[in-house]
Structure formats: C-alpha cells, structure tokens
C-alpha cells in the first residue's frame, strides 16, 4: 500500500500466494564501466609549502589507466591488486567518489549513465574502517540506521521486522543486543563488528553495493562468513563490487567474476576458474596445490618489481587472451527506471522510491523530513552517551574542583579597594575557564567525523539535521554544569544581589559554556586532528583573554587592536558579572583613608592619614571624614571601562555567539566534506 508518495514494502514472505508457482527470475542489471582514467598530481607538497612557488614542472600519477569491465546482480565482483594498485580508486569512481570532471571514462547501469541523487538513493558504499558508535548495540546500531534510511510511510513494526530479519541475514542473532564496544568496552568480536558496519549500508537493500576490502583485518573463517553473507546480498538481486587483497581459495570460490589491477592497468579479467588456463597461456602455469589468487598476486608482484613497467606484457597479453576468449553473452536488461521500479515492488526497500517513477527528479533526496532525522541522531546520541556516565562526571568533578579552589582562595571577599582587585581577578579567572573546560567538546566531532561523512555521502540525513542535533544533544550538561560553578562559587565568595544576580550569574555562565562549545565544535570541523585542535584553542582562548579587558582596559588598547577586543568571546561575560557586580551605584567599596591603599601614603600613621584626607576635603570643599565613601560601583565601572555594553546586552551577545559559531560550523560541513576525490 502506498501512502504520502513512498512505496511500503512488505520484508516478508507470502508462501501462499507463491507455493507451487516457479521462482521468479531476478531482476537483470548490469554495471558497466568502459575506459575509466583517473589522475592526481604528484608534486602538490604540505599545505605548508602549496603556496610557494616550485622549481619542478608538475607531474601527474595515472591511479586509472582505460580500465573497463562489467558487473551483474546474483554474483560477486571483486577486484584484486597489492598495494597501490588501484582497486580502491576503481571502486570509488564506480560508486561516484570522484569528482565527474576528474574521472574519464563512462559508468553506466543498464545503459544509463549513473549520478546525482539517483545513484545516491539506489546504492550504498562500505568504507573499510568499521565507523560505529560504541555503546549502542547491534540492533539499536541497525534500527538508528533504519530510521535514517526506510521512509516515513514505513511503519516502526516494518522498520523493526527489517531489522530482524537482516540481523538473522547477517548471523548476528547472538550479537544482537550486545554492545559494539571500544577500547575501553568489551563488545562484539571483530568479524561480527565488521557485518554490522555492512549492515547499516545495506538496511535499505539497496541495488548497487560497493565495499573496501571488507575482510581485512579479520581472521579467516571471519572472512569467509562476511563474503558469504555478501553473497547472499548478492543473489537477492544487488550488484555487489568489492575490494580484496588476498582471498584464501574458499573465499576464491564463492566470488563470480575477479578483475585484477597492477598500476591503475588491467591485467586479468573473468571468473576465478579463467586464472589456470590464463596463466598457463601466459607462460606462468599455477601449480594444482596453490591458491590461484595467491599465486597470481605474487606473479603480479614479482613482475611489478622488475622494471616500472613490468606488468606491461602482462596487461598486453590479458587484452589478446580477452579477445580471443569472449564469450558474447546475451544479456537481457530493462530501462533503469523500470527495473528499479520491479525491484521495489518485489521487496527492495530503496531509501525514499515514489509510486509515480524513479527518474532523478522524482526520487527524493532524502527518506524522511528533517525534523524526524533531528529526533533520530537526538535518541541515537543521548542513548550513546548515556551509557558513558563517567565522561559528564570527569567534566562535572573538573567544573567543580575548579570553582571550589576559586572559592576557597577568593573567600568572603570585603568591600575594600583590594576586594575590588580580588574580584577582577576571580572574575576574570571564571569567566576564562569557562571557555577552556569547554575543550572536551573537541574530540566529539573529530572521532564522529568519518561516521557522519559515510552516512552523509548517501543522504542519510541533513547536515544540517546533525548541527541541531548537535546542539541539542550537548545544551542539558552545560545547564547542569553552570549551576554546579554558580552555588559552588557565588555565596562563598561573597557576591552581591541576592537572588536575582544569582540568576544571572548562571545565566552568564551558560551563555559562556554555549558560546565555548560552539567555538571548539566548529574548531573540530576545521582542524582534521585533536593534538593540533588543543594547540589551537588553547592558544586562541589565550588571546580572547588578554584582550578580554582584564589586563588592559578597553579606553587603553591601541586602535590597531581595539577590533580584537570586541571579539574576544572574553570580554562580554566578563564585562557582564562586572557589571552585575558593581551595578549598584548606592554601594560604596572604598571609605575615607582607605583610598590611600596601594600608595606612599599607606605606610603612614592613621593620623597623617587623616590630615591628608582632610587637607583633600578643604581643597575640594567639603568634609571628608574617615566614612566618606570615595568610591562607589559605578566609580569601578568606569575605572575598567566596562560601560559601553550593559549586562543584558553582553549576556545576548555571549549567547549568540554561540548560534554564530554554530552556523560556521554548518557551512564548514557543507563546503568542505564532499567525501569525492577531486
């Protein structure tokens, strides 16, 4: 039944409908790629020296030299080569990995050229890392990515029922509710981790699977399983491509079709069983007792080693043997559109198909709406992390410690010229370490990065759905920490104001916890590695500081720099508990001869003092007695040149800054992670 413009499939099975009736014959597809030549310079050097001008002529690497070949649903289609050979570039241009101007050659499926949001929705792509979220287990790994992937018209118990059934696919029936784990949490086995990273690409059954070396890694009966389970993906009517190095001889026999690459160049082509004659044609016969694979590969490699052309005749000769042993085969294909259609209509659940047709303008860029995806990545992090009270504890005990020590030393501070100093410098102290406690946001995005680029790079969800998720997700600590510092702090030191500057007080401190957090957030999108990260926002936050207005006020700054000091993510928290603070116009913090502290005058007796002050008095006409209050809050405002904001202002400017560098942190996603090879 179709509802809301997606097709509702169902995952099961009607044996009735279908007993004594012949199988069905699989949908046909056929992937062909024809010429396919990619290139990359070989002399770009470090970003550090890319802008300098060089001596060398530039030089390009061929990763792809006019390799063609053809894949089909129902068999498995590896691609083999050593190191560098380039059977991952292969699988990358295959799967559009590669920017289209970059790439030479045509990939077509079922004679249509494949790109966009078609091949996006129709395919999915297995990096050979096993990106997941640890403490969720295998089937909350599975049901997240089914909620991102299966449309909205699909009910849960749908969704749930697809879930089971890949897990008993997959042979996790005993691993589903057991963590994935890390190094710190003992989880699944590594055989079993690897088929749940292929089963979060592979939730919505999709028609094209490609995956980068897949078995590495594992031991070999892990492998075997894998490949099995690959296997049977491919039989249910998907074009599975792969990446292999080494297959031992049973693996050898379960894949369909091997296409071997030696530097970007073919140099064998057909089913496993083609290698002995191939190779005995050659002049290079496979003993009876080795692996072919094996043996190949090191047939492959020693002629690598000879001269840098090595493989030449091997490649040569390969497109001789294919002319002379062709065999025409007549496949029979459908229009694209149609077979996707079929496909969905016999039980593939392609992420977001239309009842009104397939076309790339009819298939939706994404399965569900955007407020569905931010619920999703919401439930899916809160769930992750809650199952790691002890990283909210450290931050929590941090927080704490900190403002214990800064109570403990600013203790009960007194309305005299010093504990006007001594209120600065814990002012000062506090409103700065709120932005550096907030570095433990950096490692969040940076170890996720490669998690979201590999659901991302098929439309999982919105990027902008994981920035407000994002937010979100961290937003409920930082209200927990900000009250933890405020009671820790605010009545031990002494602050004034009562209730309502208490308020404030956590309010200022929340808008500095969200302001940092979204400066080091968008700090992880920029800097690729969390050493370098630290360096940086350590540094930065140490300029944000000395420009914050503590160490020089603001009428004291150079013109050349005044602009850094109303950037100083600093300055308006700062100047805001200042001025809730000092606010009181009525409140006096120096008295008569205390004036004098800090001067030549201080040493002397109280009686020289108090000639003095009353020589003061008589110069500027009035009395002035040991009570005369001589500076009052306001006289310490406009002493620190904190007067140009008020306190609601610099709380709304704190706060926004945090939406600021949220948004940064958006564009930096939309522009810079394309995940293609350029």
Partial sequence: MATSGHIVVDVGTDEDASAGQPPVAPVPYLLSFADLSYSVNTNNGSWLTSWMPSRTPATTRALLGGVSGEAREGELFAVMGASGSGKSTLVDALAGRIARESLHGSVTLNGETLHGRRLRAISAYVMQDDLLYPMLTVRETLMFAAEFRLPRALSPARKRERVDTLIGQLGLTNAADTVIGDEGHRG?????????????DIIHDPILLFLDEPTSGLDSASAF??????????????????????????????????????RGRTVYAGTPAGLMP?????GRPIPHNENPAEFALDTIKELEGQAPNGTAPLADFNATWQAEHRIMENVTTMPLELAIAESVHRGKLVAGSE???????????????LRVEVWVLIKRSFTNTRRMPELFGMRLGTIMLTGFILATIFLRLDDTPKGVQERLGFFAMGMSTMFYVCGDALPVFVQERHIYLRETAHNAYRRISYVISNAVVSFPPLVILSLAFAVTTFFAVGLAGGGSSFMFFVLIILASLWAGSGFVTFLSAVVPHVMLGYTVVVAILAYFLLFSGFFINRDRIPAYWVWFHYMSLVKYPYQAVLQNEFGDATRCFARGIQMFDGTPIAGMTEAVKLKVLGAIGATLGTSMTATTCVVTGADVLAQQAVTDLGKWMCLLVTAAFGFFFRALFYVVLLLGSKNKRR
Avoid at 188 to 200: A, D, L, M, N, P
Avoid at 364 to 369: E, G
Wanted: no cysteine; charged share 15%.
């Fill in 188 to 200: 699944v086995s590594g055989g079993e981790r690897r088929r749940v990273s292929i089963g979060t």
């Fill in 225 to 262: 399983m894998v490949v099995q389970v690959l296997r049977d993906i491919a039989r249910s009517g998907s074009v599975v491509v792969m990446t292999i190095h080494q297959p031992s001889a049973r693996i050898l026999g379960i894949l369909g079709r091997l296409l071997l690459l030696s």
């Fill in 278 to 282: 191939f190779f005995s044609e050659f």
């Fill in 355 to 369: 009842t009104s047709g397939t076309s790339s303008s009819s298939v939706p860029t994404f399965a569900n709406p």
